[in-house]
């Protein structure tokens, strides 16, 4: 129903309906992603998928230096199981 109706259909009554207030988000203070000092000192890893004109799907592990943002590995296959990964 019509929100303006079912105020029209309460105030006719004599009901109270009453107004639900917006939630307020806490405010945020996003800080700045933190840069590695030197090579080799962080990583980061991610999965990613797609298919191939056949229908197939493919994943492929990449591990990333995050100093200089090379990508130190690139593991592709139709399936990564989890010992693989480690």
Not at 40 to 60: K, Q, V
Request: charged fraction near 30%.
């Amino acid at each position: 129903m019509n929100h303006k109706r079912v105020y029209r259909l309460y105030c006719a009554l004599g009901l109270k309906k009453r107004r639900r207030g917006k939630k307020r988000l806490p405010s945020r203070h996003p800080e700045p992603l933190a840069v590695p000092a030197q090579a080799n000192h962080c990583w980061s890893m991610d999965f990613m998928s797609d298919s191939l004109f056949c229908g197939r799907r493919f994943r492929t592990f990449n591990l990333v230096d995050d100093f200089n943002r090379e990508a130190l590995a690139i593991e592709i296959d139709l399936n990564l199981p989890a010992p693989r990964v480690i």
